[in-house]
């Protein structure tokens, strides 16, 4: 079936460290990803959908300037936490859609879990 | 606006037990999408089910079944005879059929003790 790889799935790092997440489909080509951010004991917050060759489309609140992505190929995406700090602390899961049918599921990847001291 | 309610935060059931977890959903869509997604400890998403609005036939796979009323706007999700293993938290979701966004619910977490 389809697979969604992440990584790293686990960074602990100093403040103000950029850390890059990233995310591969391994047997589909996927013109649209997307990143969520899930705080302790709650649900996934959409952050933004990864268009591959365009720009990313931010949800309201989210910084593009802090969460930057990159969609370079139909198989890659990216998600660069820049000058990352404490609150940036969460766990990040992309997902994949198969297919270009907007009634495919989305297929998740195993999810980053990121702290920042 | 899309919303996702699950009002069940945590449910604690013995190994064994049926258990059904609530989902009721807001949508000026005529047409969307339904999901269940299982969350292990683990953290990876694993995708159960989608159902499509027009669909309102019930589905049952293994020890899995699946709810959907339109006229109340819900989409329960019942197990049974839970097993240990399907200790997790749930996710009900909802996406218009025009695009992909996906709208969560707070989820469920489920602990099925021997």
């Known amino acids: 079936g389809a697979v969604v790889s992440q990584h790293p799935s686990r960074v602990i790092c100093k403040s103000g460290t950029s850390v890059k997440i990233e995310c591969r489909s391994l047997d589909f080509q996927a013109t649209t990803m997307f990143w969520y951010r899930q705080f302790p004991k709650q649900s996934l917050m959409l952050m933004a959908t990864?268009?591959?060759?365009?720009?990313?489309?931010?949800e309201q609140g989210v910084e593009k300037d802090k969460f930057l992505i990159n969609h370079a190929s139909l198989t890659l995406s990216t998600l660069t936490v820049t000058s990352a700090h404490p609150e940036d602390s969460s766990f990040y899961i992309c997902s994949a859609r198969l297919g270009r049918g907007s009634n495919q599921p989305q297929h998740f990847g195993d999810g980053t879990r990121l702290s920042i001291l | 606006a899309q919303k996702v309610t699950q009002a069940q935060t945590e449910i604690s059931v013995v190994e064994k037990e049926d258990v059904t977890l609530d989902c009721v959903y807001e949508t000026r869509d005529t047409t969307y999408y339904l999901f269940w997604y299982k969350q292990p400890p683990s953290g990876e998403l694993v995708f159960l089910i989608r159902?499509?609005?027009?669909?309102?036939q019930n589905e049952i796979s293994g020890r899995y079944s699946w709810n959907f009323q339109k006229s109340t706007s819900s989409f329960n999700f019942t197990i049974t005879a839970s097993q240990v293993v399907d200790s997790a938290v749930y996710f009900c979701?909802?996406?218009?059929?025009?695009?992909?966004?996906?709208?969560f619910g707070e989820g469920t977490q489920l602990t099925v003790n021997p």
């Open positions: 990864s268009n591959e060759g365009s720009k990313a489309t931010y």
């Open positions: 159902r499509n609005s027009f669909d309102e």
């Open positions: 979701a909802l996406s218009p059929a025009t695009g992909s966004r996906l709208t």
